[in-house]
């Protein structure tokens, strides 16, 4: 990253915690903070990778608001810790948790659970297949 993009990213952590889901949601221009899903991504998307997945938490902000094992950063409780997600039956305690669920779920979280806290980050269905991948290695620690 530039200077100028860390100094946007810090001034965006400063105001973070001020946001409600709604403005977050919105972005300061009024408009969502990035592009809405493309429909004919399904057919393009390849398997999920799980390291392509890791790397794709930084780029969605996940880890301002996870606790996410082995992610640097990922140190916030906005949202529960996804350490052991791989285990947990249910996702945000609605859908069942499978991988498909779980690409769902990251591409559009208000669709699944209307009200939730959780933003739509815009997240492309191969970033969320390749995220699923790594929440899949997510086992509870011995
Ligand atoms: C602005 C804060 C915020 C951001 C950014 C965010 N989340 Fe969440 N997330 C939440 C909250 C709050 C919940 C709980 C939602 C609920 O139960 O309604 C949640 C729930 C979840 C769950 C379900 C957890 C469970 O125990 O059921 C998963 C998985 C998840 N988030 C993954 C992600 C990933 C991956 C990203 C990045 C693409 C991300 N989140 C970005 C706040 C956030």
């Known amino acids: ?6 100094w946007d990213v810090v001034a965006f952590l400063r105001v973070l915690p001020t946001l409600s889901a709604e ?3 919105r972005g300061e221009d009024g408009r969502p903070p990035t592009a809405q899903p493309d429909k004919n991504e399904a057919s393009k998307a390849r398997v999920g990778d799980a390291r ?7 780029q969605y902000l996940c880890v301002t608001c996870h606790a996410i094992p082995g992610v640097p950063g990922a140190w916030n409780y906005v949202g529960p810790a996804l350490g052991g997600i791989a285990e947990r039956p249910y996702i945000a ?8 669920n779980i690409v769902r779920w990251l591409r559009s979280p208000s669709t699944i659970k209307p009200g939730t806290a959780m933003p739509d980050l815009g997240v492309s269905e191969q970033d969320a297949r390749d995220i699923a991948a790594f929440l899949d290695t997510l086992q509870e620690g011995p």
Do not use: H, K, S
């Open 1 to 6: 990253m530039t200077d100028d993009e860390i």
């Open 52 to 58: 392509a997945g890791r790397n794709a938490l930084q």
């Open 23 to 25: 403005e977050y949601r």
């Open 93 to 100: 305690g609605v859908l069942n948790n499978t991988p498909e």
